[in-house]
């Protein structure tokens, strides 16, 4: 069955660092768009980030333009979203979306805290 498996989150310092990762199995990756989300509680999910099929193009939102990036293997089926210089704003859960031949599919998230 399909399965997007978010991971590396966890507690960082302002300015800190943290690499997550989202695995996707059970559909053919490479025909689909990936996305990473996150939502902190009381707030709608706000997008960060996108890349295309091939991993050609991506997007990145302004809140965090310059200090993520976001990649895709789609070898091993895999994308990475790393985050530089994290704010205390950049708290949430953080989600992968596939989207592509009519659907789209999430993960169940991974916790991202920044605090001192």
């Known amino acids: 069955q399909v399965q997007l498996v978010e991971s590396g989150g966890g507690l960082v310092q302002p300015g800190g660092s943290l690499r997550l990762s989202c695995a996707a199995s059970?559909?053919?990756?490479?025909?689909?768009?990936m996305n990473w989300f996150r939502q902190t509680p009381g707030k709608a999910r706000e997008f960060v980030a996108a890349?295309?099929?091939?991993?050609?193009?991506?997007i990145t939102a302004d809140s965090v333009k310059g200090r993520f990036a976001i990649s895709r293997d789609n070898t091993n089926n895999t994308v990475d979203l790393q985050m530089n210089s994290l704010k205390p704003e950049d708290t949430g859960v953080y989600y992968c979306?596939?989207?592509?031949?009519?659907?789209?599919?999430w993960g169940q998230g991974t916790q991202v805290t920044v605090s001192s």
């Open positions: 979306q596939a989207v592509g031949e009519g659907r789209n599919y």
């Open positions: 059970g559909f053919t990756f490479s025909s689909y768009a």
């Open positions: 890349i295309t099929r091939g991993g050609a193009d991506s």
